[in-house]
T-cell receptor
Framework: AQSVTQLDSHVSVSEGTPVLLRCNYS??????LFWYVQHPNKGLQLLLK??????LVKGINGFEAEFKKSETSFHLTKPSAHMSDAAEYFC????????????FGQGTTLQVKP | DVKVTQSSRYLVKRTGEKVFLECVQD?????MFWYRQDPGLGLRLIYF???????EKGDIPEGYSVSREKKERFSLILESASTNQTSMYLC??????????????FGSGTRLTVV
């Protein structure tokens, strides 16, 4: 069975400092992985996705993630946090069969301090 | 721009009522999903459908049913609403297959309160 674990429920950084949101996955085959962001009272927005192409994936708003099969990790990073990055972030793995089910992590709340 | 539209942003219903949550997509996507979102639990899959009149249970189907009579519309039904179904409900759709189009589009959600 597939699963994802987000290692931190809450991360706090200062504006202008790097962001690291950690995600480990479990999958019996090569997974498709995603990061979604949800700002307060807003819908889910796709940040980036990995679908077995380049292991370093660049997304929107300066975010990127690296797929590391040996570590079963897909951590999200950004070199310099902005106040507008404060939101909840979800790491997601997909069933790559026809069902296409998404399995979500529990979420990480990112706080950005001025 | 592609869209998944959920009919209500906020909904308040009484215990025991039958509740319909509607989701419509305009992208001709085959797969559609209903999730509920609760703090600390992320999103959990209730039901999904990969074709008209086809449905599959997700991880937490108890107390819910679904209907997909047309490709663009996927309805979530709470047969007899209970307070533990107070939650945010999110609908999503996706196109079959991989590659660049392998993506999901989410609606903006319906926040349901059962009193």
């Amino acid at each position: 069975a597939q699963s994802v674990t987000q290692l931190d429920s809450h991360v706090s950084v200062s504006e202008g400092t790097p962001v690291l949101l950690r995600c480990n996955y479990s999958s019996s085959y090569s997974p498709s992985l995603f990061w979604y962001v949800q700002h307060p009272n807003k819908g889910l927005q796709l940040l980036l996705k990995y679908t077995s192409a380049a292991t370093l994936v660049k997304g929107i708003n300066g975010f990127e993630a690296e797929f590391k099969k040996s570590e079963t990790s897909f951590h999200l990073t950004k070199p310099s946090a902005h106040m507008s990055d404060a939101a909840e972030y979800f790491c997601v793995v997909s069933d790559r069969g026809n069902t296409g089910k998404l399995i979500f992590g529990q979420g990480t709340t990112l706080q950005v301090k001025p | 721009d592609v869209k998944v539209t959920q009919s209500s942003r906020y909904l308040v219903k009484r215990t025991g009522e039958k509740v319909f949550l509607e989701c419509v997509q305009d992208m001709d996507h085959e797969n559609m999903f209903w999730y509920r979102q609760d703090p600390g639990l992320g999103l959990r899959l209730i039901y999904f459908s990969y074709d008209v009149k086809m449905k599959e249970k997700g991880d937490i189907p108890e107390g819910y049913s679904v209907s997909r009579e047309k490709k663009e519309r996927f309805s979530l039904i709470l047969e007899s609403a209970s307070t533990n179904q107070t939650s945010m409900y999110l609908c999503a759709s996706k196109v079959l297959g991989l590659g660049e189009n392998y993506g999901y589009t989410f609606g903006s959600g319906t926040r349901l309160t059962v009193v």
